[in-house]
């Protein structure tokens, strides 16, 4: 069967390709830094409960007080790319979600048990002693587990020659096993996010240790430490995710992988300066470094993405029914609240103790 | 039709959407009223002068946070998802059509994180000036949020002119767009106080407890008539023909409606007990069942308005199959097997009448029936049928069996889909 002939028909897009394609990989990239925060940081804390020095539980219990910030927002950052993804290139999308439909809401399920057992590990950390390392623990297996997830609808989503196997596992349990991409891909992300949830470590004790905290010094290490081996490691299973690559993702005649050639080679040298920042405890230059790596990343996985869907789908040739005043409405909210949230983390961070 | 069909037989009939939407809705009414019940009730305590009330404020308020925060956020995603997977061809239209609306929504949804937190972890360090801002900058969002998602869900019920004109504008203030707004923002002010009754209730001194009770009585019972109001508007507002067969013409409708207007005495009786001076156990079982009652209540209503769309997913554009209005003359006479892209065609051509059969129930009937599931079981419904009296149903399908779409099939797939459901399903001879 012609994988083709089971594409969708898309909708029409109310503005140019383009700008879905900014949101998309702008959202994204707030999306994986989050994510990974997440995914590092809480590695960490549950590291840190098998330790009985009372520090490395300190270590915990203030990664703790941070995790359900950053999963909220982990969560909110990652509605946003799912909403662009799904404008711009729903009809892949939507196909390979309904292939892998019971695990795809399941994801929904593990996200609310990871959410209540991050707040658990936060509200009760004094009290829940040696089951600390078991609510902590849940959450990073389900995180695990939900991120494959991820991983595996965006690799079907992009491959529609495995869509066939549809016909014969109709429930909604698809995995592309097929894919040879999908295991470096996920553990590219995974060991990312490891690497960059120890970088924030070190950055919240980097910002601990300027308000004063003296025993800052030794987290600041340690969290560039394994940053500088996450990262190290992960060099490896990138140049593993390359090498799994089809040609024409990164065959420069095209201009997909002409850009993904730029980008890849931008990423690598910015996670060297990153790593050789880090090395030297040098917090908040590594961590810009390393935003700039993530980015570009975020960049090159577009491109990969284009160069998939190569054969059935050309960005400028989607149907578009122009409507720009829903878009400039967008706009003009996205400053005035961006203005907004601005000034409520300002007040809150300048708020003091009321007598 | 459009996209692949994710097989469901116990869970068809819209059941994943049944669960996720009626937890969500519930919290989401919750978060919007929940979050003016906060600032007024924090106003109440700095005009009184009273640290208690102000205790109270911040103990509801942990749990508001993590009721709406984590289930409520979590829950919404979730109806996004099964939507997608449930019906992914709407879901793209609604997409395509509001993305820049759900744009903002998302803009709405990191104001009301970043100032719940604020809220939350600042009681003590701001001082009350900026800390009652922060909590109606909250309340603002959430209410924006409800603004913008009403916009969207009626569009469903009645899309109005965007049927012809494809605008943005006219698909978001549809014809029910405001009697829905003010509908909404009425039963979210209600649960506010039906949530206020589990955490007052909860109180152990007793002058405060039954203060505070009376406070979220008031909640539940002032803006009752308002709410009522605005739900005969809600009626008013909806095109003839979907009001009657609403009200009138479908029978699966009767049970949702009848509880519906049985609730609501049930709610006043109860918060005008809940307003009374009654020992603190009895006041902690009834805040629990009236919020048994309120969750039962928002379920009839939106059983209500998601079958009043009936037979379609988007009024007059989508039926519930997937399958545009404008194809269905297509499939009947090319065949829904021929049409669909997702059939195996090349295995169909030598299967069984059972088989085929099959692959129509799944095209056709599983996004309203499930097979032996607690949604519109076929099975139950064409228990004591003759297969006369199934062929009879799915010729009036679409006519006097207004809430079903016309079949969309041949008459060949017709008979294989009649087959399946009388002779495979219900094992009955021919």
């Known amino acids: 069967m012609d994988p083709a002939t089971l594409i969708p028909v898309p909708d029409a897009l109310p503005v140019h390709w383009f700008w879905f394609q900014l949101l998309l990989t702008v959202t994204t990239f707030l999306h994986l830094v989050a994510m990974n925060i997440v995914l590092g940081s809480s590695g960490l804390a549950f590291i840190s409960t098998f330790s009985t020095d009372s520090n490395s539980l300190n270590l915990g219990k203030e990664i703790g007080h941070k995790l359900p910030f950053v999963l909220a927002f982990t969560i909110n950052f990652g509605v946003a790319p799912l909403l662009f993804l799904q404008t711009l290139y ?6 390979s979600t309904v292939l892998m439909a019971s695990l795809w809401l399941s994801i929904i399920g593990m996200l609310i048990v990871t959410y209540y057992a991050a707040y658990i590990f936060h509200l009760r950390f004094d009290s829940l002693a040696r089951f600390r390392a078991f609510f902590i623990g849940l959450a990073v297996v389900l995180l695990l587990i939900i991120s494959f997830f991820f991983t595996n609808n965006i690799s079907l989503m992009q491959m529609p020659s495995s869509w066939t196997s549809y016909f014969s596992s109709p429930n909604g349990w698809l995995v592309n096993w097929g894919d040879i991409t999908l295991l470096p891909r996920y553990l590219h992300f995974i060991v990312s996010g490891f690497a960059v949830g120890s970088l924030a470590v070190a950055l919240l004790y980097e910002f601990k240790k300027r308000r004063g905290d003296v025993a800052a010094d030794a987290w600041i290490k340690l969290g560039c430490k394994w940053f500088t081996i996450g990262t190290v490691i992960n060099f490896g299973i990138g140049f593993w995710f390359l090498g799994t690559l089809p040609g024409f993702a990164h065959d420069v005649t095209t201009s997909a992988g002409k850009l993904f ?14 790593v050789i920042k880090a090395m030297s405890n040098r917090v908040v230059p590594a961590a810009i470094w390393t935003m700039a790596t993530v980015f570009l990343m975020v960049i090159a996985r577009d491109m990969v993405r284009i160069s998939y869907l190569h054969p059935y789908l050309s960005l400028p040739e989607l149907p578009v029914k122009t409507q720009y005043s829903p878009f400039i409405l967008f706009l003009i909210f996205f400053a005035g609240i961006g203005a907004l949230v601005w000034w409520m983390l300002k007040t809150a961070w300048c708020a003091k103790e009321v007598q | 039709m459009n996209y692949p069909v994710w097989h469901l ?18 919290i989401a009414h919750f978060a919007v009223g929940g979050g003016l019940f906060l600032v007024l009730t924090e106003h109440k305590g700095l005009r009184d002068k ?17 009721l709406t925060m984590v289930l409520g956020s979590l829950t919404g995603v979730g109806i996004w998802f099964t939507i997608s997977v449930l019906n992914p061809a709407a879901t793209s239209v609604m997409i395509h059509t509001f993305v820049f609306a759900w744009g903002v929504e998302w803009l709405f949804f990191v104001a009301e994180i970043v100032s719940l937190f604020i809220y939350y972890y600042t009681f003590d360090k701001l001082d009350s000036r900026t800390h009652l801002m922060i909590g109606w900058i909250y309340f603002g969002a959430a209410w924006m949020s409800l603004f913008v998602i009403n916009g969207i869900i009626d569009f469903m019920l009645t899309p109005g002119n965007w049927t012809a004109n494809s605008s943005f504008w006219s698909a978001f203030f549809n014809p029910t767009f405001w009697p829905a707004l003010f509908f909404r923002t009425f039963l979210a002010i209600m649960i506010a106080g039906l949530f206020g009754f589990v955490t007052a209730s909860a109180l152990k001194d007793e002058k405060l407890r039954i203060s505070m009770q009376r406070f979220s009585a008031s909640w539940l019972l002032v803006p009752f008539i308002l709410f ?18 609403i009200f009138q013409r479908m029978p699966a409708m009767k049970p949702f409606i009848s509880s519906f207007v049985v609730f609501s005495p049930l709610l006043i009786l109860g918060g005008l007990l809940m307003a ?14 009236m919020l048994v009652i309120g969750l039962l209540y928002m379920g009839t209503f939106e059983f209500i308005r998601e079958g009043g769309r009936r037979p379609y997913i988007i009024y007059d554009h989508m039926y519930s199959t997937a399958m545009f209005k404008d194809d269905v003359a297509k499939a009947r006479t090319n065949g829904i097997l021929e049409s669909a892209k997702w059939v195996d065609r090349k295995a169909l051509a030598t299967a069984d009448t059972s088989r085929r059969g099959q692959e129509v129930f799944r095209l056709l009937c599983v996004s309203c029936h499930s097979i032996d599931g607690p949604l519109n079981d076929i099975k139950k419904i064409a228990a004591n049928l003759t297969r006369a009296d199934l062929e009879l149903a799915t010729t009036l399908m679409g006519k006097q069996l207004a809430f079903m779409p016309p079949f969309a099939g041949s008459q060949a797939e017709k008979d294989d889909v009649l087959y399946y459901i009388h002779r495979t399903l219900l094992n009955k001879p021919e």
């Open chain 2, 50 to 66: 009273s640290p208690a009330i102000l205790d109270y404020v911040k103990k509801h308020t942990k749990f508001f946070l993590l």
């Open chain 2, 276 to 289: 009374i001076k009654i020992p603190s156990g009895v006041s902690r079982s009834l805040a629990g069942l």
């Open chain 1, 261 to 274: 050639t730029i980008v890849l080679y931008g990423s690598v040298a910015a996670g060297a300066v990153s």
């Open chain 2, 228 to 245: 009522i109001g605005s739900a005969w508007w809600y009626r008013a507002a909806l095109p003839p023909h979907v009001e009657e067969l």
């Open chain 1, 90 to 95: 729903g009809q892949f999308f939507y196909t």
């Open chain 2, 9 to 26: 037989d116990f869970a068809g009939g819209g059941l994943p959407i049944a669960i996720m939407a009626i937890i969500h809705v519930y």
